[in-house]
């Protein structure tokens, strides 16, 4: 018998029982547009499900260890592919599916907070290797309590992985992928395009009510809408070929753009409140701590600018895709209208706000 080192071992087991985690092109936009009008809503949940469910198990291990932040983000991120996967087709989910579909959102907390500590203390130290000597000397007490607050979030999503909510939410996504079924047997093309637009309306009207005394919670709103169109968008990959490719590339940037901004507000939020309860630290750190947040404000303060320049790429991509969904959807039978969901509460449009056909003027701080 061989005996392989426990990595290859690790891998083996990953590759036979999760064979679609390692299919790099599972989500390729340029993917071959084969069996547009009989691939079914249940083949795309499916196969999504397995591969994000193997993603889980390569990643599960390492988020225990926590000594590699990228799997937990990696872990994050599947989880959030699921979720918004259950969200596209939730009428055509089980009731089982559909409870599976709720308990995400808690997982999804439960991983956030210890990811916020890992993308704090590495701007923290991205920062140090540009201070001198005595400014990394008096962030070193700041590191240290931001390690400590770690290890009390670690310490609770362990609790939580090993807790029965989590562990029953996983068996019922593994039994659903194992007995092929809890979803309807609706075509791809009756469902997924106007589940695809859907996405695009909430975007349009979340970037609509920015405007130039908008919280970061707005912008933030944003994109979290860009990243729910995008999630759809890479379901329905396989039907809309090589339109999706660019759209998916202009999401991919305005979502990372918008969420370096959002660390930023972040960071200085968390920053703030440790300074209210600064028992400890030394007053050089203190006064080091304060420069951390007007860097951060300043940075959150170019949000509307990064925004305006990726939606109009968004924008201006939006159009071939439309075309594409249209075409899709023409020869398909209509299904059931959606119950509307609550959208944010809007902003009166005023003489500064993102418009549709308006050119957007420039922030001034």
Known sequence: MLNLPKPFVTLIFVLVEYPSAMDADRHSPN??????????????????LRGQLAAWHQHEPGARLGSDPEALHQLRVAVRRIEAMLSVFRRQ???????????????????????????????????????????????????QRLEQERERARSQL??????????????TLEQATTDGAGVGPETAVSVVPAR??????????AVQTINGRSTMERFHTVRRRAKQLRYALECAATLCGKPSASMLKALRALQDELGAHQDA???????????ARAEGLP????????????????????????????????????????????????????TAPLAPEPDPPAVPPSDDSFG???PLQAVRH
Request: charged share 30%; hydrophobic share 45%; proline share 4%.
């Open 283 to 334: 007053a050089r750190t203190l006064f080091l701590m304060g420069r951390l947040v007007e860097h951060d404000l300043v940075d959150t303060a170019a949000a509307r600018k990064t925004l305006e320049r990726g939606w109009r790429k968004v924008r201006k991509r939006w159009r071939p895709l439309r075309a594409r969904l249209q075409a899709l959807a023409a020869p398909a039978e209509p």
């Open 31 to 48: 993917a071959p547009e084969i069996g547009a009008d009989s691939l079914t809503v249940s083949a795309i949940v499916l196969r999504e």
């Open 158 to 171: 362990l609790r939580a992985l090993d807790a029965e909510p989590v562990r029953q939410w996983l068996a």
């Open 196 to 205: 695809v637009r859907r996405r695009f309306r909430k975007l349009k009207r």
């Open 93 to 143: 989910l089980s009731p089982a599916l559909t409870r599976a579909r709720s308990a995400t959102k808690g997982v999804l907390r439960t991983l956030g907070t210890v990811r916020d500590f890992d993308v704090q203390l590495a701007q923290l130290d991205a920062r140090c290797t540009r201070l001198g000597a005595k400014d990394r000397a008096a962030a070193l007490p700041l590191r």
């Open 265 to 275: 507000e972040m960071a200085a939020r968390r920053l703030t409140q440790l300074a």
């Open 356 to 358: 549709e056909l308006t």
